[in-house]
């Protein structure tokens, strides 16, 4: 295969993997996206193993295995895990990519290939920046996927002066720089690698623990564009084009998703990676108001009369939904509600659940049309005119004091007004608060009922009743 | 769960006509595991009758029916409820060990709480339950002084001899009263609110400058002291204010008082006499006709010439220095005060039934002597704001948070494109014609990367992550390369692990994607 043949392959893959992103802009060619990318990485592959063994097929056992192996691994993990346990999967297979770029890393620093003086220096850098950034993206993603699937708590770790000890190792990262580049053979250099992958490690847990369960689709955003970075970095170690346009999309797709899901909670970036939310200032505010009144509960009989009267319910779901498994009951009550020719419609906030587009998801999962399905900007001015809301499971993204009260930790988030609709019904298990820790006075407000219980257990008995 | 009897006395004051326990009340009580016993005649003055206590399942039981069967001693029973304070003979009736609760005044009553420490029982003051959120429905304060101010208002109005709201007759045209309130607490509030409701024109003062946006939510013109200092004491309440400011004080009443009709005051300091607001030469200013009511006439009053009880007419101004004004509702106060008295003991049963328990913050503040042992008071916490009055229905204008960021992120872009542009050129200036050209590939595919994924549906971010993700394991790439030559040396060992786990994400990644896409499908029509 020629120079010229590979190079074209390549761009071949790139365009695939730049068209197969296209194609998600709307779900019906999203599919088809998908494919793309797969016939992309395909031609990638078969392209690099064609360059690899044009001197000799000594690796092919290994690589061919290898693959193979992988291959089913994945497999399995996508098809095994149920929907609900999707975010941590996209952290965890986020955290293969970043160990993989470390491992990268490495072992082209130890098999550079031919380089001029230039090209070696430069080269040695590109691993050291490969390295740091994987080591980080991989242990992020591992503790995002611990907090995500509970194995940790989903609550802020705040070490003491961790600020400090953060831009210590960062200073450490790039401090030691300059005695690998000065190392006198390659065991020595390797050394430094090692060491900087320990402590690129410890700085990916330090930031991530840091960071609250509620902003978890900000930081799963925010490593999902490192994964990108660090193939980016791999591609100019290997001096390998289609690594860096893939890595440079999937940073740049990364970053969007940080920054959409940003504004939704209207945080700068920085405030959400060293801000410790909800924790530090916020938090007496939140203890020490307590709630402004008396809640009124409702009970399912309530409810279902309710509903029966109603011609527009709007749905506005959240993470107790996912947690209680309550999706295929919502898409049922949804049915037997248009049964009865009332208009029934969701309202997705960009943060609800653990990972942008969670809620999406999860709706989809169940067979709940996506078109019924609207994004907060779509439905927000139709609460006025709604019969009854249901808020199942969600909290701080309904929070009227995020529009009204200045003092509230989340002023200024864009929020769902759940509060204008005629009659706003909250499940909820408890009185708790929501992830950011403030109270919220929808539960007081005058037209809100509450119907404590699981989620999955109150819509179940709503649907028995109206289908009777 | 064991039962408690819950006596129910006769109110022996003069001007007390309230009642501690309303029929309506019985039922909810004999649920939480109460036996009630009432004195006959107890609600006669409130308008509860004893059959009606009866029907509702309580004992009711005069002197002759107790001589016989002490038990029915509403005075006996394990848990005596009273509104205003019993006289020390009265508490010499209280069997040992039992628990009275009531308004109790420690500081004032010295003499009783002695008493009551003889009689080894426990004493419950309602008008120590601290001003927290949690005991708002049980704070008996805030409830009768709601009905103090309203009546407060009337009893001014009728005394006033013009109309309260504006009137238009053929014989002529009056204005609206003028009416002055003093003190915007609880009190103050409701006085503000039913002066308005009878379309008086309100103005209110009061030293704690953050009531002013309750005043104004009710209706009132809060009148602002050209003089910066707050009057914000503990627990919802006002502290005493520096020389300074009494003077400026002062002068601002002088000046009302030339204009208003009714002076309305209800300014406390807790344990302290009333402060003096209305001196002889503010009152010297008042116009024959006006009317002043002097909420706090009980604490030695706002008024110089205030007496207590007492309808006192000083050069033609008639000051009303009446204690009893709830009582003069002693229905609806009853009714409020039984309702508050509930929730307090509702708060009290545990699992075994009730229990004076210490560890509970409100029963803690709210207990003054317990099993004949005075206690001190409890640890001061942070004080919380007084309830406030439900806001005006209006959302507050709503931050535009749109317009910020899209400046911020203009500044940002700016920003970031000068950092671009300065690296670039050091890049192009020292860097090797290689690595330029795949800097130049690298730049180039961030811009296209930004442009398509803006367009990606917000419905669809789940799985673009779980797609990028999947391209991202395109470093397998590089694992493959370093892997190929074979053998046993570390880079192939580390480049084989690399490609191992780029293609678990890799594979993982794109069928995740997959599996989810075919769940998005459009409603088909219905």
Partial sequence: MSANAI?????????????????????????????????????????????????????????????????????????????????????????????????????????????????RAIHLVECWIGVAIGAITFTGSVVAWGKLRGTFSGAPRLLPGRHLLNLAMLGAIVGMCWPYLDAVDADAGLQWLLILAGVAAVLGVTLVVAIGGADMPVVVSLLNSYSGWAAAS?????????????????????AILTIIMCRAMNRSILNVVFGGFGTAGSAPAA??????????????????????????????????????????????????????????????????GRLPGHMNVLLAEAGVPYDIVLEMDLINEDFPETDVALVIGANDIVNPSAATDASSPIYGMPVLEVWEAKRTVVFKRSMSTGYAGVQNPLFFHERTRMLFGDAKKSVDAIVGQLRD | MHRTTLGVPREAGAREKRVAIVPETVAKLAELGFDVIVEA??????????????????????????????????????????????????????????????????????????????????????????RITRAQKMDVLSSMANLAGYRAVLEGA??????????????????????????????????????????????????????????????????????????????????????????????????QAREVDLVITTALIPGKKAPTLLPEDVVAELRPGSVVVDLAAAAGGNCVYTKADEVVVHEGVTILGYTDLPSRMAHTASRFFSANVRHLLTDMVGEEGFVLDLEDEVVRAATQIHEG????????????????????????????????????KAVGTVIGAAIAAAAFALVGLFAPEDFVQHFTVFILACFVGWQIVWA???????????????????????????????????????????????????????????????????GGPK
């Fill in chain 1, 234 to 254: 791999t591609g100019f170690v290997l001096r390998n084009d289609l690594l860096i346009v893939t890595g440079a999309i999937v940073g740049a797709s990364g």
């Fill in chain 1, 7 to 119: 190079t074209v392959s390549y761009l071949a893959a790139a365009v695939l993997f730049i068209v197969a992103i296209k194609g998600f802009a709307k779900p019906e060619t999203a599919k088809g996206g998908n494919r793309l990318g797969i016939l992309g990485m395909a031609i990638a592959v078969a392209v690099t193993m064609a360059l690899a063994f044009r001197e000799g097929t000594a690796g092919l056992p290994i690589v061919a295995g290898t693959v193979a192996l992988g291959t089913v691994v994945g497999a399995f993990l996508a098809r095994s895990l149920p929907m609900t346990a999707m975010p941590e999967l996209v952290a965890l297979l986020n955290s293969f990519g970043g160990l993989a770029a470390v491992f990268v890393g490495m072992s082209s620093y130890l098999e550079p290939g031919e380089l001029d003086e230039t090209e």
């Fill in chain 1, 287 to 352: 203890s020490g108001d307590g709630p402004q009144g008396e809640v009124q509960e409702t009970d399912v009989d309530g409810l279902v009369a309710e509903l029966k009267q109603a011609k527009e319910v709007v749905i506005v779901p959240g993470y107790g939904m996912a947690v209680a498994r309550a999706q295929h009951g919502v898409k049922e009550l949804v049915e037997l509600l248009q049964e009865r020719d009332v208009r029934v419609r969701f309202a997705i906030h960009p943060v609800a």
């Fill in chain 2, 41 to 130: 005649g107890a609600g006669a003055e409130a308008g509860f009758d004893d059959a009606a206590y009866e029907e509702a399942g309580a004992t009711v039981s005069g002197p002759e029916s107790y001589r016989e069967a002490p038990a029915e001693d509403p005075w006996k029973a394990d848990l005596v409820v009273k509104v205003s304070p019993p006289s020390e003979s009265e508490a010499k009736r209280l069997r040992e060990g039992a628990t009275l609760v009531s308004l109790l005044q420690p500081e004032s009553n010295s003499e009783l709480m002695a008493a009551l420490e003889a009689e080894k029982v426990s004493a419950i003051a309602l008008d120590k339950i601290p």
């Fill in chain 2, 373 to 408: 042992e005075r206690l001190p008071p409890p640890p001061r916490k942070e004080p919380t704001p007084p309830p406030k009055p439900e806001p005006p229905r209006e959302a507050a204008p709503r931050k535009e948070p749109e317009e910020e960021s899209g400046a911020g």
């Fill in chain 2, 456 to 522: 990606v549906a917000p419905a669809l971010h789940t799985p673009l992550m779980s797609v990028t993700n999947a391209i991202s394991g395109i470093v397998l790439v590089g694992g493959l390369v370093q892997a190929a030559p074979g053998g046993s040396g570390l880079p192939v060992i580390l480049g084989a692990v690399a490609l191992l786990i780029g293609t678990i994400n890799v594979a993982g990644g794109f069928l995740v994607t997959e599996r989810m896409l075919g769940m998005f499908k459009k």
């Fill in chain 2, 158 to 255: 009728a005394a006033y001899q013009g109309f309260m709201g504006a009137q238009v007759t053929a014989a002529g045209t009056d204005p609206p009263a003028k009416v002055l309130v003093i003190g915007a607490g609880v009190a103050g509030l409701a006085a503000i609110a039913t002066a308005h409701a009878m379309g008086a024109e309100v103005r209110a003062f009061d030293v704690r400058p953050a009531t002013a946006e309750q005043v104004e939510s009710l209706g009132g013109k809060f009148l602002m002291l050209d003089f910066e200092e707050s009057g914000e004491g503990g627990g919802g309440y006002a502290k005493v204010m520096s020389e300074e400011f009494i003077e400026a004080e002062m002068a601002l009443f002088r000046e």
